[in-house]
């Protein structure tokens, strides 16, 4: 499983982590480690995750609640840039031979996915928006 965040300006780290991720491991090794002080670095921003069964635990949701989160609706479409800047990844994403060589390869596309590309998925959200009620929430060119 791999983590990570955007923001407009900034990243977080990126998180590679094996095995199944619940909502105590979630918030002992990436929302108490990496979220907070994300979010302390970036004043009035708010929080989006989506409905995976860790983000939703009882425990997480404690530990969000200092900071403002979206709420996200069961059954949405998936409108959130983290999933584009996934896609992204995945088509620069070299062949490899092992899980490590894979976890190494992930961390370099990380450390090298120019900022502006991310300003650009954030920026088209309003677009994004749009064709989703265009569309009545089905599917669109995005």
């Known amino acids: ?84 800047v996934w896609d992204m990844l995945k088509r620069q994403r070299p062949s490899c031979d092992s899980v490590h060589d894979l976890e190494l390869a992930v961390q370099d596309l990380w450390a090298h996915l120019p900022q502006d590309n991310i300003r650009c998925l954030i920026n088209s959200m309003p677009d994004r928006v749009a064709a989703c009620f265009a569309a009545g929430g089905g599917p669109t060119r995005y």
């Open 1 to 84: 499983m791999v983590w990570e965040a955007i923001a407009y300006d900034s990243r977080s780290t990126l998180i590679v982590m094996r095995g199944t991720l619940m909502g105590q491991r979630y918030v002992v090794d990436i929302l108490r480690p990496h979220v907070g002080f994300f979010l302390n670095g970036l004043p009035g921003t708010i929080f989006q995750q989506d409905n995976a069964r860790p983000h939703t635990a009882r425990v997480a949701q404690d530990l969000l609640h200092p900071f403002q989160t979206l709420p996200w609706p069961a059954r949405s479409p998936d409108l959130s840039p983290v999933e584009h």
